[in-house]
């Protein structure tokens, strides 16, 4: 069976040029009997941008959707994206529509089955880094308030603010008039309702 395939190529600078990119994702695509069916391209744009502030990497993800190509062909990990968070958020966004990958540059392929293996360690590792970060963000986190630290925003939230607040509801003030006159958010209120 002959994969539709579609090239994703980017340059970050004004004066770059993706004709090379072009070039040698074309020349595999022959190779491999891929029928090229769209070219995405993303001039003068930062990987560090994710898919929504990149229009050809947002239009590539939503024709995806409408399964246009089975086959991403990108000519290296770059240029898809710049943090491996992004990395896997495209990967794994394209994997649930069941679109393979093609990266020339580092050799990955996932139309094989050691292309998919490679993608699955490299998700492995990303779960796990997010992992220890949490960790770490609520390991300071308690360290801090076992120190005395008061976390979270300031609130003027004092035991008169309470009692008004009941007050005015139980007049039959909105939401909205308690809010802004005790100078607390919305959510402030349904929490102090609820305690009283």
């Known amino acids: 069976m002959t994969n539709r395939a579609c090239l994703y190529v980017r340059v970050s600078h004004i004066s770059g040029s993706v004709e090379r990119q072009v070039r040698e ?16 391209i993303d001039h003068a744009i930062s990987g560090a941008l994710g898919k929504d502030k990149r229009p050809a990497l947002n239009k590539m993800m939503n024709d995806s959707l409408k399964r246009k190509f089975d086959v ?13 968070q992004h990395l896997i ?14 990266i020339l540059a580092q050799s990955i392929d996932t139309t094989i089955p050691s292309g998919k293996l490679m ?34 925003r300031k609130t003027n939230l004092d035991a008169p603010t309470e009692l008004k607040i009941v007050s005015m509801r139980d007049n ?25």
């Not at 991403?72 to 491996?84: E, H, K, P, T, Y």
């Open 119 to 152: 993608f699955s360690m490299i998700s492995a590792f990303a779960e796990y880094e997010r992992s220890i970060i949490r960790e770490r963000v609520m390991s300071g986190l308690e360290n801090a308030k076992a120190k005395g630290k008061v976390l979270g």
């Open 72 to 84: 991403v062909m990108i000519s290296s990990i770059d240029r898809l994206g710049r943090s491996l």
């Open 89 to 102: 958020e495209i990967v794994n966004d394209l994997e649930a529509k069941s679109v393979d990958l093609f």
């Open 25 to 40: 994702l074309t020349e595999v695509a022959a190779n491999n009997k891929w029928e090229i069916v769209e070219t995405y």
């Open 172 to 196: 039959g003030a909105s939401i909205r008039k308690i809010a802004t006159e005790c100078s607390v958010g919305t959510q402030t209120i349904y929490k102090v309702l609820r305690a009283a």
